[in-house]
């Protein structure tokens, strides 16, 4: 079961790096109702702590891919990096929705960001479930 959260967490990751990098080339920043938008500029300089409107934040995403290597690769995998895991894929599933590019994927379907944005979505829900699930 731990080394399928921490597949699970490569393949989110895997998405969402590719979301980063879809979102540095088009200039989306996070878009949240309530926030003010942020200029390109000032996405590239705090995606580390605020992410943009296809990914996580950077750190996040390093913990990810920490969690989830560890997961992968450890002859006795960490509880701790499930339940992490676990923690990320409850944020994210709570961020998809809240970004306006993942609302209007659903409305609009397009090639190349819905599979980012659903995927996204349905991986992280499903670390949330799963990461949480490990050891009881």
């Known amino acids: ?13 895997v998405l969402g790096i590719l979301g980063l990098r879809k979102a540095y080339r088009e200039g989306l920043p996070g ?3 309530g926030v003010r938008i942020r200029s390109v500029d000032e996405m590239r300089r705090r995606r580390w702590i605020e992410g ?3 990914s996580a934040p950077t750190a996040m995403l390093a913990v990810q891919g920490a969690a989830s290597v ?9 509880v701790l ?8 894929g409850a944020i994210m ?4 929705p809240i970004e306006r590019v993942w ?4 409305v609009t379907p397009d090639r190349e960001t819905t599979p980012l944005t659903v995927g996204g979505f349905l991986l992280a ?5 799963l990461g949480w699930s490990v050891g009881r």
């Open 81 to 88: 990096a499930a339940r992490v895991l676990g923690v990320l």
């Open 52 to 54: 943009t409107s296809l």
């Open 31 to 33: 878009d949240v109702p």
């Open 70 to 78: 560890a997961l992968l690769v450890a002859p006795k995998p960490p």
């Open 1 to 13: 079961m731990m080394r399928i959260v921490g597949a699970i967490g490569v393949a989110q990751l």
């Open 103 to 106: 609302r209007e994927s659903l």
């Open 125 to 129: 829900l499903k670390l949330a479930v």
């Open 93 to 96: 599933s709570i961020g998809y």
